[in-house]
Every structure is written in C-alpha cells, then in structure tokens.
C-alpha cells in the first residue's frame, strides 16, 4: 500500500499503514483523550481523511508515518514516523500511541529506530519535533531520546516548543543504552 519499508526493534516492527489498521487509528482519532495534546478528537470522517493523507505522504515524500506493531501478536500499538506538511519548518519526527499501550517504551523503540533509518537512509538529520507545550508526555519523551529545546513557535496556527534531535550518528550510544534496536 505504500512505499515503506519494515523497520524491526526487540519488540516491534514498523511497517507502511494497511487497510487493517484504519481501525485502530479511528479509534484513537474519535475516542482518545491524547488527542488533546495534537488539536483536538475528530470524526470517523476525519480519520479517514488522515489514515489516507497519510498513505500519500508516503509517496509523496518517502516517508511517513509507519504503523508500531508488537512484534509477537502483531497488534498496532501506535505511529512514529516522519512528517513534513506545507509550511513547516523541516521534516518532523512525531509519535502517537494507541490507548492501552502508553507507558511501555513503545514510542521510545521505535522513535530510535525511525531516527537512525531517517539518517542513515533518507539523509534527513537532524531532525525537529513540534509539541505542544502542554503535551508534557510527549516532552518528556523528546529529552529522554537526547532532543533539546531550541525555541519556542507556532506551527498552523498551534503553540509548539521545538526539539532539536540528536543526528543518528550521536543517537547511537543513546539508543544502545536502551537497547532499544534488536
């Protein structure tokens, strides 16, 4: 369905989005109360206008957002990936855990692995992420992947705090450290 590879960590693997999944990001988008921190819950409708939005940032850019499945039942947990809408900055790396499977590093593996594939293979480093400065979690998650705050913004009309990551070069130790890519 898109031009993704599949990125595997210890416990998860990262793949392009599948019709499969559209329910569980339904889900998330409709019902989630993390959606606060990303502009607000949406409808059925607006799901699917993002599931497929999504598909064709794939294949307009070369990337995107993958879809986090654990590794032993195959169950989608999340999306990490990358992003770059109209008038951003720079390419972003962003992450969206599912509700149920927040609090487990799921979001931490797979950002490292995203983060070294975006480097090594797409040469896109170092890149950004965009938060919200009330999305502590998201925050929280930044510095713990050795991102630093370099300035304050606003991005499609949104309050965002801007991280800076580390190039995936420097990142190695900080995911070895983790153990966080198989």
């Known amino acids: 369905m898109t031009p993704a590879p599949t990125l595997t960590t210890a416990r998860l693997v990262l793949r392009g989005p599948q019709k499969r999944d559209l329910a569980a990001f339904t889900a ?3 019902g989630s109360a993390r959606m606060a921190a990303v502009g607000g819950s949406g409808s059925e409708r607006e799901a699917w206008y993002g599931f497929i939005s999504g598909i064709g940032h794939w294949n307009w850019h070369g ?3 993958f879809t986090v499945t654990e590794r032993d039942s195959g169950i989608a947990v ?3 990936g990358i992003i770059n809408h109209v008038g951003w900055p720079q390419p972003e ?3 969206h855990m599912f509700d149920g499977f927040e609090g487990r590093s799921f979001a ?5 692995a995203v983060r070294d594939w975006a480097g090594r293979t797409l040469g896109l480093e170092p890149l950004i992420s965009l938060i919200a400065p009330e999305n502590t979690r998201s925050i929280a998650l930044a510095m713990r992947l050795g991102a630093v705050e370099e300035r304050r913004d606003v991005v499609d009309d949104e309050d965002c705090i801007v991280f800076r990551h580390l190039s995936y070069d420097d990142s190695r130790a900080v995911t070895q ?3 966080a890519i198989a």
């Open 28 to 30: 998330w988008v409709t």
């Open 63 to 65: 990337y995107g957002f």
């Open 78 to 80: 999340g999306r990490v």
């Open 177 to 179: 450290a983790a153990g």
């Open 108 to 112: 931490f593996e797979a950002a490292c």
């Open 93 to 95: 790396m962003a992450w």
